[in-house]
């Protein structure tokens, strides 16, 4: 064992020795970057006056910064970094080498870096069958439910692979007639129901796509199905299929038929984290609830199109037609299968599917860069867990990426760069059985994070395909076009200029499927989730396959690992961007101008004779009286700040109850659409002050000492209210039935689980046509604007 090990087992050692002393203390742990410094906040900065507050005339200036930054990629080990990821298994809580090797790079980076330990509850693999057998028992098909081997990939051989399983699929052995259910949504469910198509019994075949498998499973669990199959349609592959003349990998770009997609079955929507600690961490000797509102009880295996096909062609003939009663929406492209519904009474199958329980320690790195001001600290991350031995696009592709923004940093800390803000790397554990180390994390440093935290930049899967896809807070778009339009494009133009062309410029709402979850739709922290995906004539993606591999990537997914490049670059220059501004470099108007758009989208949803129905709508007065602005949290006001949404004034209600008489639901969302018209015009107002305060402050030379002390406390004025800008729409009760969400516009749709939800509490209150639950949201939303609005003024 050399030095280096010795000295990292040592700090996981203590780290989580002083972890089980102080829970047993009751006192909270803080990472030492993440607590407050001794001196009080004024003391601080009178302390630090003169001229750190003020430019120096350092030769280290912004421009130089990023000049050496984008000089350190131009050379490009991204390829080395993923090809050392994908060398060895690691399902998150296994493989505790990769974690050292991690702490090392970090460290040999220049970060102070330390292992960050959660018992987590969690599945692994042990044994699994599937039969096809006649009504009377007699074996016709047994699936090997396994991936080929290919001899031109070497990390789809050997026998270290990690086997075809979904996590967090309920052990069990089923046998039952089967049905093909299309893509498994409510809405197919629904479908089915109605046309008389009855699951109850039955073993549900669903396609992968559409929606988070977790909730297939969750809705065929709803509709009385006893197991679940999940299987990759070739239809789903964007027409890069054999039919089509497309060669499979490893010779074409087409998905290779017995390639299975593993992944977890937990349900998003519900709560991520462990299943078995809703809302706080999983810390030694924390009590455990009951997993089951956010994972399933029935069976669950993943399988290839390749093995689902002597299966599925049983039911031809049999049952409804698939197109008849839902169109082509539900056919797919696998070839003899006629998509009849069934069952097949001639036909059944056995579904067996074993898995070890456990609870076990799963562990974070991070990796620091302290910053000039502790308070305000910059978080990148990314996962570094996959589902099989390979994960080169996901999440390695993001490893990689994260390695070389640290190395690009490491020489600028050279230079004697420190950052203006604190920078923080993170490789999570277990993100693929669904976000827990990251959301162990926040939940374990909650108040920490909303203390300090500026912005999440999440990557994950960074890089599989040459478009750039991105979903950000609003807060962040202005940043994010800005940049993009100072690098080039591989294939010509600006890589803001792709995007333009490919993306129509459209950066998305975040919904879930990734580690910045608990950052923005528990904790308020603006976050970004970007990478390259697969364009239109890309090769298909190997997604949580074998075939996710080093080989892969080298042959199809990036060859020259040149958007891993193209990623480091465009990320590292973003966090630079933020950490280095004196003014935080948000846009508060773009995101009150998105805001209305979500919310003329909802409304126009709302039912027609909803709208004059009158009614006294006395949840909508029950929240829209706190205008107070959260400019600054500290320790002391924590509490008190952040449920300051929730506040509920007896008297406030009493008072409205007794002499507000009877409301139409129009009056009311006019009344909010007002608020958001004035929203856009005092943020515009407010984005000018934070430009003139940034404009002041680089041409302070030639201010009086009176001016420099004047200027200094607008910005930290106007950069404590950047700060918690997002934190003030944070609803502390949480959304209806999954109140670990709290975010009121932004959250992980219910039904879809990936795709964002806008507006979740009003949206869903109008889908579950619930007048008075509408006008509740309406009400929180009318205070939440109010209070953002005398804020910012
Ligand atoms: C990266 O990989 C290349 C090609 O295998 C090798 O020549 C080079 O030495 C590696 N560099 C590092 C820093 O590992
Ligand atoms: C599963 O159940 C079938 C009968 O229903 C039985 O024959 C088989 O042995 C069971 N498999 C296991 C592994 O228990
Ligand atoms: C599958 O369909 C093709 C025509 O699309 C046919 O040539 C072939 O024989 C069929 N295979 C089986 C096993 O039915
Ligand atoms: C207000 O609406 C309620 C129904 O929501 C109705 O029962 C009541 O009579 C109305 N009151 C007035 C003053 O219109």
Not at 288 to 305: C, E, N
Not at 322 to 346: D, R, T
Not at 359 to 387: C, F, M, S
Request: net charge negative.
């Amino acid at each position: 064992m050399d030095e280096k090990k010795t000295s990292l087992k040592a700090r996981k050692t203590s780290l989580f020795k002083k972890l089980l002393a102080l829970s047993v203390l009751g006192s909270a742990f803080s990472l030492y970057y993440l607590s407050e410094p001794s001196n009080s906040h004024v003391e601080n900065e009178l302390m630090r006056s003169g001229s750190g507050i003020f430019p120096s005339g350092s030769s280290l200036t912004e421009e130089v910064l990023k000049e050496t930054y984008l000089k350190a990629l131009e050379t490009n080990y991204a390829g080395n970094w993923s090809e050392k990821y994908t060398s060895e298994p690691h399902l998150p809580g296994t493989n505790y080498g990769f974690v050292e090797w991690t702490a090392r790079k970090f460290e040999e980076y220049g970060l102070k870096s330390e292992v960050d330990t959660y018992d987590i509850y969690v599945s692994y693999p042990h044994e699994h069958s599937l039969k096809l057998l006649s009504s009377e028992d007699e074996l016709v098909y047994e699936a090997p439910l396994k991936e080929d081997e290919l001899e031109e990939d070497p990390t789809s051989v050997g026998d270290d692979l990690v086997p075809t399983f979904l996590a967090y699929a309920a052990n069990g052995n089923v046998t039952a007639e089967f049905v093909y259910c299309n893509y498994g949504t409510k809405g197919d469910f629904d479908l089915l129901k109605a046309n008389g198509v009855d699951v109850t019994g039955k073993i549900a075949i669903i396609r992968y796509g559409s929606i988070f498998r977790g909730l297939k499973v969750k809705f065929a669990q709803e509709n009385g199905a006893v197991g679940v199959l999940l299987y990759s349609d070739p239809g789903d592959d964007f027409g890069i299929t054999p039919e089509n003349g497309y060669d499979t990998y490893p010779n074409g770009p087409a998905r290779n038929p017995s390639s299975v997609q593993r992944g977890s079955v937990q349900f998003l929507s519900a709560r991520p984290g462990d299943p078995t600690t809703p809302g706080y961490a999983s810390k030694p000797g924390v009590p455990r609830a009951d997993p089951h509102d956010s994972i399933g009880k029935i069976p669950v295996l993943p399988i290839s199109y390749k093995e689902v096909k002597p299966i599925l062609t049983k039911l031809n003939g049999y049952g409804k037609s698939a197109e008849k009663i839902g169109g082509e929406g539900w056919v797919g492209e696998l070839s003899n299968f006629s998509y009849s519904l069934g069952p097949n009474p001639e036909y059944k199958l056995n579904l067996y599917s074993d898995q070890i329980y456990n609870i076990t320690p799963l562990w974070n790195v991070y990796g620091t860069i302290p910053g000039k001001n502790p308070k305000e600290v910059i978080i990148i991350g990314n996962h570094r867990d996959a589902w099989i031995k390979g994960g080169a696009g996901d999440p390695n592709s993001g490893s990689a990426v994260i390695l070389e923004i640290a190395r690009g940093f490491n020489e600028l800390t050279k230079l004697g760069w420190k950052p203006e803000r604190t920078i923080i790397f993170a490789s999570w554990d277990g993100e693929e059985y669904l976000l827990l180390g990251s959301t162990e994390f926040g939940e374990n440093f909650a108040k920490q994070l909303q203390l300090k935290v500026v912005a999440y930049l999440n990557l994950d899967v960074a890089c599989i395909g040459s478009r750039l896809e991105m979903g950000a807070s609003p807060v962040l778009n202005s940043l994010l076009r800005s940049v993009a339009k100072k690098l080039p494009y591989p294939k010509g133009g600006t890589l803001y200029s792709h995007f333009v062309e490919k993306a129509n410029d459209k950066i998305h709402n975040l919904g879930s499927g990734s580690d910045y979850t608990v950052f923005l739709e528990r904790l308020g922290i603006p976050s970004v989730d970007m990478s390259f995906t697969v364009d239109v004539h890309d090769a298909v993606y190997q997604y949580h396959s074998n075939y996710d591999s080093f080989y892969w990537m080298s042959r199809f997914g990036d060859p020259g690992f040149v958007y891993h490049n193209l990623m480091a670059k465009y990320l590292g220059l973003i966090a630079l961007e933020l950490s280095e501004k004196k003014l935080i470099d948000f846009k508060i108007k773009d995101y009150a101008t998105e805001l209305q758009n979500y919310y003329q989208s909802t409304i126009a949803s709302i039912p027609d004779d909803w709208t004059d129905k009158p009614a006294s709508f006395a949840g909508f007065f029950e929240h829209f009286q706190n205008n107070k602005f959260i400019e600054e949290i500290t320790d002391s006001n924590y509490k008190s700040e952040v449920k300051c949404n929730a506040k509920t004034s007896k008297k406030t209600k009493k008072h409205h109850h007794h002499h507000h008489g009877n409301f139409t639901l129009s009056k009311l969302t006019n009344k909010v659409s007002k608020q958001l018209e004035d929203l856009i015009l005092v943020a515009a107002l407010f984005d000018d002050k934070v430009s003139e305060a940034q404009f002041a402050y680089d041409n302070s030379d030639d201010l009086s000492l009176w001016q420099k002390l004047k200027l200094r406390l607008t910005i930290r004025s106007l950069n404590n209210k950047l700060k918690f800008f997002e934190r003030n729409f944070l609803f502390h009760k949480g959304l209806k039935d999954r109140s670990w969400f709290r975010h009121i516009v932004f959250a992980s749709g219910r039904y879809t689980g990936y795709e964002g939800q806008t507006l979740p509490g009003l949206k869903e209150a109008i889908e579950d046509n619930d007048i008075e639950e509408a006008a509740r949201w309406l009400g929180i939303l009318m205070g939440t604007i109010k209070r953002v609005k005398a804020g910012l003024k």
